[in-house]
């Protein structure tokens, strides 16, 4: 069975850290590129950012580069999103997505920055 399962999320203070990960099982992982997206509440849900299959090539949205960090262990059949000085906007449900040929999406999680 193809499962992505997020965690990590949870609320925090504008400044603070929290660190998403992604967990994959029922198919070959290391071959897909994968993702992180987020949805505000009224909003489209857009690309935070992406991680190639080898991991040596990221891309992030202008919105948090500088501040967000994808990785990925391939042998963990995990990826991973470090996020820094969070801001109240990044408050989203957060999704990761694994492309291929198809492309699977977990069920999100919650973060929330507010003071």
Do not use: H
């Amino acid at each position: 069975q193809v499962q992505l399962v997020e965690s990590g999320g949870g609320l925090v203070q504008p400044g603070g850290s929290l660190t998403l990960s992604c967990v994959a099982s029922g198919f070959t992982f290391s071959t897909y590129t994968v993702s992180w997206y987020r949805q505000a509440p009224g909003k489209e849900r857009e690309l935070v950012a992406t991680i190639l299959r080898i991991g040596d090539i990221t891309n992030y949205a202008d919105s948090v580069k500088g501040r967000f960090t994808i990785s990925r262990d391939n042998a963990k059949n995990t990826v991973y999103l470090q996020m820094n000085s969070l801001k109240p906007e990044d408050t989203a449900v957060y999704y990761c997505k694994a492309s291929l040929s198809r492309s699977y999406w977990g069920q999100g999680t919650q973060v929330t920055v507010s003071s």
